[in-house]
């Protein structure tokens, strides 16, 4: 492990032999399964290009595609002129409060869970309501010149 990937004051575990093998085999993994990820995208995107062309060729799609954006046109400006209605403004802005809400319970509920496994040794909890619960964490990978800024 290099400095840059530990906190201060965190104690750094040698690793094993086998430890390192392991590691090396899964970084090996890690950097297969992006470069098929990479090629699959590109490939993706070669046959969404195919697909959208004939889309774009059909007269029929078209004279379709056009009569829905029309129609899509005069519900949003139904949808507009409703919610300028002051009774569905204020439920309006009262869901956005509760979803900004329940955003920030989720994010500092993801901090107690993580502690709580730390401190407990155990990714099962029981909720107030009696059902057994697992904690679960999903990672992913993303370029780090995307990630900060």
């Not at 046959?47 to 774009?56: G, H, N, Q, S």
């Not at 809400?101 to 029981?126: F, M, P, T, V």
């Amino acid at each position: 492990m290099d400095d840059k990937t530990t906190k201060p004051g965190e104690k750094i575990t040698p690793i094993s032999e086998n430890d390192g093998v392991l590691l090396v085999r899964i970084e090996e993994m890690i950097k297969t399964h992006i470069s098929q990820m990479e090629s699959l995208t590109e490939e993706i995107t070669k046959y969404k290009e195919l697909v959208d062309d004939i889309f774009a060729n059909d007269q029929t799609f078209q004279e379709h595609d056009k009569i829905a954006k029309e129609a899509a046109k005069i519900k949003s400006k139904t949808k507009s002129e409703i919610m300028k209605r002051s009774d569905v403004a204020g439920f309006s802005s009262k869901l956005k409060g509760l979803k900004s809400e329940k955003a920030e319970l989720a994010d500092g509920l993801s901090d107690y869970l993580r502690e709580y496994q730390r401190l407990s040794g155990s990714n099962e909890i029981e909720g107030e309501d009696g059902q057994l619960r697992e904690i679960i964490y999903t990672a992913k990978l993303v370029k780090k010149s995307q990630y900060r800024p």
